[in-house]
């Protein structure tokens, strides 16, 4: 398990050092930042997926302008990948899971601007942008692999009661 941990993290580094720039592809990436996420404690660390989550633009210097600009493309990538996730999780939940959702992402965006532009202030030394950016993705791609968990039958939220 740990081998397919491993290449799922070498891949999806290969793919992106590759230049993808399909929306297909991207999805797929952002798929396989997914899978290293849900694995994690068991087959992947936390390390392994922020060097993948991040991988796109790590060639650039932190809080530079193409950095920036590359952090705020991946941003746009994965808030598509959440509304795609999000639509596709309501036509499955129950009307009492969806209202549940709906309620838990109004207070969701709110909790994430507080703990990004927190993070933002503690690393204003390095690049605050950077930073408010990269904790934007990296809650993104959480939240995102929460609403996978679910679709897959895993999630015991409260929210997560699927249509039979």
Same mark, same amino acid.
């Given at each position: 398990?740990l081998a397919r941990a +491993? !290449?799922?993290?070498?891949?999806l ?5 590759? =230049? !993808? ?15 290293c ?7 992947? @660390?936390?390390?392994?997926?922020r060097? *993948?989550?991040?991988?796109? #633009?790590a ?9 920036? *600009?590359? $952090?705020?493309s991946? &941003?746009a990538? /994965?808030r598509?990948? $959440? ?7 309501? @036509? ?7 209202g549940?959702?709906?309620? $838990? $992402?109004?207070? /969701?965006?709110?909790?994430? =601007?507080? &703990? #990004? ?5 503690? &690393? ?9 950016l990269g904790?934007? +993705? ?27």
């Amino acid at each position: 398990m740990l081998a397919r941990a +491993i !290449l799922t993290v070498a891949a999806l580094t290969g793919a992106q050092a590759g =230049g !993808l720039h399909s929306a297909a592809a991207q999805g797929a990436v952002q798929d396989q930042t997914v899978a290293c996420l849900s694995a994690m404690g068991a087959q992947t @660390t936390w390390d392994q997926c922020r060097r *993948a989550l991040f991988e796109p #633009c790590a060639q650039d210097a932190v809080g530079s302008a193409p950095h920036l *600009a590359c $952090l705020q493309s991946q &941003k746009a990538d /994965w808030r598509g990948y $959440l509304d795609t996730k999000t639509e596709r999780l309501n @036509t499955r939940l129950t009307t009492e899971g969806s209202g549940q959702l709906s309620d $838990l $992402l109004g207070q /969701w965006f709110g909790f994430v =601007g507080n &703990k #990004c532009s927190a993070v933002a202030q503690e &690393k204003a030394a390095i690049s605050a942008d950077a930073a408010m950016l990269g904790c934007e +993705i990296s809650e993104f791609a959480g939240l995102a692999t929460e609403f996978d968990s679910c679709l897959q039958g895993n999630s015991t939220s409260p929210y997560c009661t699927l249509k039979d």
